[in-house]
């Protein structure tokens, strides 16, 4: 099988020749370029031949042609922040406009996705990142968004909806330069990251404009849920539903549900089961096998691709990484071992 229909396989819920795997990290200070994020990227799957190649753009990627200035600052994510944001007080929502995806910071993250394609195209399929809109917004603000959302809903509304459309048009923009899929990114799926009230009101509802508008054209989306606090539970009842969507992705070692409750709940596919955050950073290959298969068992091997909550951090032994990719590529899942976890 090749990794375009292992990956197919999963997401459809048969019962692939292995389990599907995913890896991916920030590339500081390499990701502040085209070519220096397209090598990155590609070195790293040339080291791990993981199955599903996530394009990791740097943290701040959307802001930047807004007016906010990225730097990276050693975070162990290794993900950039704003030294200086483009909205420093509400008047200044009233003068966000559309940007051109093809030019500036976003025009070069297109162009890493095609040098990457021209790697990928016969060998591994690739998904693009996308923050949905208010996670742009927060960006754009660093901070105050929902002390926005509460105080000036109207003028939040219209300024989402601009970021909703230069989103998508940077979207569709890395379909054309040769992403086959798109893994959108949400800060604001949580219980504690939102209230319900706001959660309708703004983030769904840009989350589904976004998602209709690119979903004839990508090939698969995966959704991303990120939990900043141990124990936070990521909405999944609504979204987990929107036509387009193919698999949920969120840190599922730290957050709930777990994997299997997920699965429970609902139809897709989900990717998830490396505590990115904990033994993968500091366990013995001993540790990291045990806890790898004690999820994979749990969870069921259907609908499942291995992956990391959320990125790998930058302090992760590399040693480590191999010991999940080794551990994930010994599974025989038609073996009689694996027959009682086929679900």
Same mark, same amino acid.
């Given at each position: 099988?090749?990794?375009?229909?292992?990956?197919?396989?999963?997401?459809?819920?048969?019962?692939?020749?292995? #389990?599907?795997?995913?890896?991916?990290?920030?590339?500081?200070?390499?990701?502040?370029?085209?070519?220096?994020?397209?090598?990155?990227?590609?070195?790293?799957?040339?080291?791990?031949?993981?199955?599903?190649?996530? #394009?990791?753009?740097?943290?701040?990627?959307?802001?930047?042609?807004?007016? +906010?200035?990225?730097? !990276?600052?050693?975070?162990?994510?290794?993900?950039?922040? +704003?030294?200086? +944001?483009?909205?420093?007080?509400?008047?200044?929502?009233?003068?966000?406009?559309?940007?051109?995806?093809?030019?500036?910071?976003?025009?070069?993250?297109?162009?890493?996705?095609?040098?990457?394609?021209?790697?990928?195209?016969?060998?591994?399929?690739?998904?693009?990142?996308?923050?949905?809109?208010?996670?742009?917004?927060?960006?754009?603000?660093?901070?105050?968004?929902?002390?926005?959302?509460?105080?000036?809903?109207?003028?939040?509304?219209?300024?989402?909806?601009?970021?909703?459309?230069?989103?998508?048009?940077?979207?569709?923009?890395?379909?054309?330069?040769?992403?086959?899929?798109?893994?959108?990114?949400?800060?604001?799926?949580?219980?504690?990251?939102?209230?319900?009230?706001? !959660?309708?009101?703004?983030?769904?509802?840009?989350?589904?404009?976004?998602?209709?508008?690119?979903?004839?054209?990508?090939?698969?989306?995966?959704?991303?849920?990120?939990?900043?606090?141990?124990?936070?539970?990521?909405?999944?009842?609504?979204?987990?539903?929107?036509?387009?969507?193919?698999? #949920?992705?969120?840190?599922?070692?730290?957050? %709930?549900?777990?994997?299997?409750?997920?699965?429970?709940?609902?139809?897709?596919?989900?990717?998830?089961?490396?505590?990115?955050?904990?033994?993968?950073?500091?366990?013995?290959?001993?540790?990291?096998?045990?806890?790898?298969?004690?999820?994979?068992?749990?969870?069921?091997?259907?609908?499942?691709?291995?992956?990391?909550? +959320?990125?790998?951090?930058?302090?992760?032994?590399?040693?480590?990484?191999?010991?999940?990719?080794? %551990?994930?590529?010994?599974?025989?899942?038609?073996?009689?071992?694996?027959?009682? !976890?086929?679900?």
């Amino acid at each position: 099988m090749t990794r375009f229909e292992l990956v197919r396989e999963a997401l459809l819920g048969e019962l692939p020749e292995h #389990i599907p795997l995913s890896l991916w990290q920030h590339h500081p200070e390499r990701d502040r370029t085209a070519e220096g994020l397209a090598t990155a990227e590609i070195d790293l799957h040339r080291r791990f031949q993981h199955d599903l190649l996530k #394009i990791s753009f740097h943290g701040r990627y959307p802001v930047v042609d807004w007016g +906010c200035e990225a730097v !990276y600052e050693g975070a162990v994510s290794g993900s950039t922040v +704003c030294k200086s +944001c483009r909205v420093r007080d509400v008047s200044d929502w009233e003068t966000i406009e559309p940007v051109d995806v093809n030019a500036g910071e976003f025009g070069e993250q297109v162009r890493a996705v095609e040098m990457i394609h021209r790697y990928a195209q016969d060998t591994v399929p690739t998904m693009a990142t996308i923050f949905d809109p208010t996670m742009v917004a927060d960006k754009l603000c660093q901070g105050p968004l929902v002390d926005y959302l509460k105080s000036h809903p109207d003028l939040m509304e219209r300024a989402l909806e601009v970021i909703t459309t230069v989103m998508t048009e940077f979207a569709l923009a890395t379909l054309d330069a040769g992403a086959d899929g798109l893994f959108i990114a949400s800060q604001h799926s949580t219980d504690r990251s939102i209230s319900s009230e706001l !959660y309708e009101r703004f983030v769904l509802p840009s989350q589904l404009k976004l998602i209709s508008r690119v979903r004839h054209r990508s090939d698969f989306i995966v959704v991303h849920l990120h939990a900043h606090e141990p124990g936070e539970r990521v909405r999944l009842d609504k979204i987990s539903r929107v036509p387009g969507v193919s698999a #949920i992705n969120w840190e599922d070692q730290r957050a %709930t549900p777990s994997l299997r409750e997920a699965k429970q709940q609902m139809h897709l596919a989900v990717l998830g089961g490396i505590d990115h955050t904990g033994i993968l950073r500091n366990g013995s290959k001993e540790e990291i096998e045990e806890q790898l298969l004690s999820v994979l068992r749990e969870t069921g091997l259907r609908r499942l691709i291995v992956a990391p909550g +959320c990125v790998i951090f930058q302090d992760t032994p590399e040693d480590n990484i191999r010991t999940v990719v080794d %551990t994930v590529r010994s599974i025989d899942p038609w073996s009689e071992d694996w027959e009682a !976890y086929d679900r």
